[in-house]
């Protein structure tokens, strides 16, 4: 038995306390004296969270889901674990500028070892499966397991898992989700988070009888003033009559193909054009951008090497 524990039981036996009321009182004496034990004087570095960023990539040969960012340096760091456990603290909504634009952002505030803030888009397939999980569970007072899991073209996707069973938590995709309900509902287990529940009414611009990827083609579509019926017969040739029915590559494909149909009458140099949507739209998206607004800005800056090159 520790020495501390004796002392404080000779003590009690000393004064003739109740059994049990000592016993209570030891433990709790016993509680207080780790919690300052436990606790590092002297100096330290300020606690700040751990911020880690959704986004696959490779450095020297290794590849990596999310990161985190050197602001002094403007360095990317990559981290090699692609699981983090710990207790769902907090669900919030942040708006981050982006290139002059506001972009929305899912923080999943998770208490570990340190505080960790996990940023993704709010429209992400990793915040939507993070979701879709994080929906089904309960009792947040148990601790979980964010698992990042790399996807086709750049996407990451999340799956979440009981800490103590190891059991994955799993839930169907449905057309019909209400994905500012489910932050809700979620923000209210975890104790409320009022000042953002607000900005959740931006997620509900997409009607719920139009899936998000067919009215993103339409959006696309609409922008580039590309034929109707060429997307009615490049479906066709998948088998199938809406994007939403294909893969999420697939549909990356398609929205290419618009994009570079528009630009074969604006641009010299094809491969000039692939480059440029390369750099300006697909790694943006990436980084946060929202796709209509890295289109916009990748089809300026081809009319505009056009326009100089007259």
């Given at each position: ?9 000779k ?48 450095v020297?040969?290794?590849?990596f889901?999310w ?28 708006t ?5 634009r ?31 999980a994080a ?7 148990k601790?979980?397991?964010i698992?990042?899991?790399?996807g ?6 999340c799956?979440?898992y ?5 059991t ?6 449905s ?25 959740t ?16 083609v ?6 580039l003033?590309?034929p ?15 994007p939403?029915q294909?893969?999420i590559?697939?549909i ?8 570079l149909?528009?630009a ?8 000039h ?8 739209v ?12 890295a289109?916009?800005?990748?089809m300026?800056q081809?009319?505009a ?6």
């Amino acid at each position: 038995m520790p020495l501390l524990q004796m002392n404080a039981r000779k003590f009690f036996s000393r004064y003739r306390i109740p059994i049990i009321a000592h016993e209570t009182l030891i433990n709790e004496t016993l509680i207080k004296v780790n919690m300052v034990t436990e606790i590092k004087l002297g100096l330290c570095n300020p606690p700040e969270p751990i911020y880690l960023y959704v986004n696959q990539g490779e450095v020297d040969g290794e590849s990596f889901v999310w990161y985190k960012f050197n602001i002094s340096q403007e360095k990317k760091i990559p981290v090699p674990q692609r699981a983090l456990t710990g207790y769902l603290s907090e669900l919030r909504l942040t708006t981050k500028e982006f290139k002059g634009r506001d972009n929305l952002k899912l923080d999943i505030v998770v208490s570990a070892d340190e505080l960790y803030v996990i940023r993704t888009g709010v429209e992400t397939n990793f915040a939507k499966s993070f979701l879709l999980a994080a929906s089904l569970v309960q009792d947040f007072s148990k601790p979980l397991i964010i698992v990042a899991n790399a996807g086709d073209e750049n996407t990451v996707f999340c799956n979440l898992y009981d800490a103590a069973t190891k059991t994955k938590i799993y839930r169907e995709w449905s057309r019909d989700l209400d994905w500012a309900t489910i932050i809700r509902d979620i923000q209210s287990l975890l104790g409320g988070a009022s000042s953002t529940i607000s900005a959740t009414p931006k997620l509900s611009v997409v009607p719920q009888s139009v899936h998000p990827q067919d009215l993103r083609v339409k959006n696309i579509r609409t922008l580039l003033d590309y034929p109707l019926d060429l997307v009615r017969e490049w479906l066709q040739f998948q088998d199938t009559n809406s994007p939403s029915q294909l893969h999420i590559s697939k549909i990356d494909e398609l929205v290419k193909t618009m994009c570079l149909a528009w630009a074969a009458g604006k641009c010299d140099h094809p491969n000039h054009a692939e480059s440029l949507y390369q750099n300006l739209v697909v790694d943006a998206v990436v980084s946060g951008t929202d796709e209509l607004t890295a289109i916009k800005t990748w089809m300026q800056q081809l009319q505009a090497v056009k326009t100089g090159a007259s």
